[in-house]
C-alpha cells in the first residue's frame, strides 16, 4: 500500500470524504484540535446538530499502529475511518477497530462512498453545544483569516 506520510494521498482523501460529507448535509472542517490534545482529521456537523469525526488512513502501519482513536468517542455521535480506493478492507472487520461502533468510507480525489455506517452514539447535550460552538468558532477563524480580514494563526 502507500506509505503512511504521503500527503498527497491523504489529502486526496480529504478532498473527497469533504465532498461525499457536503452530499449528505455535513459540513467538516479538517484538523480540528480536541480538548484531549488529540486531533481529529475532520469533525463534521450534520443538519440536525449531529457531530461526526472522520479518521484517515493511508496505509495498513499507520492503521494498526494507531491506538488513540477511541479518545475521539467523546467527541462525536458518529466515528469513521477513511481510507484511499484499493486499501485492504478486511482490516477493519478486527475487534480492535471496533467495527461495531465505527463506520468506513472510501475516497479518491473525486468523491467517496460510505461502504459501512457507523453506530449512533448521541453527545450529552452539554458536550454537543460545547464542540459545536468549538467547531463554528474554529471554522469562522480560518475562513477570516483565509479572506485576510483578521491576520491571525489558522489552529
Known sequence: ????????????VLRGVSRLLYRHAY?????V????GRRADIMALG???????????????DLLGDGKWPDYLD?????????????DLTLF?????????????VADRYDGAIVREASHRPLAA??????TLRIARLATRRMLSLSAILDVDLA
Not at 33 to 36: A, G, K, S, T, V
Not at 47 to 61: C, D, F, L, N, T
Not at 93 to 105: K, Q, S, Y
Open 126 to 131: 452539554a458536550r454537543r453545544k460545547t464542540e
Open 27 to 31: 459540513l467538516g472542517v479538517p484538523e
Open 1 to 12: 500500500m502507500t506509505d503512511q506520510t504521503d500527503p498527497l494521498i491523504a489529502a486526496d
Open 93 to 105: 472487520d478486527r475487534a480492535a477497530l471496533a467495527p461495531d461502533v465505527a463506520g468506513l468510507m
Open 75 to 87: 467527541y462525536c455521535d458518529h466515528y469513521y475511518w477513511a481510507v484511499p480506493q484499493g486499501f
Open 33 to 36: 484540535p480536541l480538548r484531549n
Open 47 to 61: 443538519p440536525k446538530g449531529e457531530i461526526m469525526i472522520v479518521e484517515i488512513k493511508v496505509s495498513r502501519a
